[in-house]
Nanobody, 125 residues
Framework: QVQLVESGGGSVQAGGSLRLSCAAS????????MGWFRQAPGKEREGVAS????????YYADSVKGRFTISQDNAKNTLYLQMNSLKPEDTAMYYC??????????????????WGQGTQVTVSS
């Protein structure tokens, strides 16, 4: 079992920045990828960014490339998402998730077994 707790969400104006954190606990030894996902009201959950826990290689959705940065601190078992140049369309509940699948880099929800409860990000114009 892996427990995930997100923090750092809030309300910002367009162009602003936020940094999300995700603290992981429990048995994390089988985790191959960690990812951030988001879900806006009335929309499906979509992948934002993922990181390979051993190599640190990162993957991003086209909609956030160049604006968001995923990173990890393995000593603290913490995942981060630095979000810059935020847009109103980034408004969503943001979730971190853990995957033991080799396909976790693809950011498909079905490849992720463990999920946090989410943190809300609201960007106003």
């Amino acid at each position: 079992q892996v427990q995930l707790v997100e923090s750092g969400g809030g309300s910002v104006q367009a162009g602003g920045s936020l940094r999300l954190s995700c603290a992981a606990s429990g048995y994390t030894g089988s985790t191959i990828y960690m990812g951030w996902f988001r879900q806006a009201p009335g929309k499906e959950r979509e992948g934002v960014a993922s990181i390979a826990t051993r190599s640190g290689k990162t993957y991003y959705a086209d909609s956030v490339k160049g604006r968001f940065t995923i990173s990890q601190d393995n000593a603290k078992n913490t995942l981060y998402l630095q979000m810059n140049s935020l847009k109103p369309e980034d408004t969503a509940m943001y979730y971190c998730a853990a995957s033991s699948s080799l396909a976790g880099y693809r950011l498909n929800t079905e490849d992720y077994k463990y999920w946090g409860q989410g943190t809300q990000v609201t960007v106003s114009s």
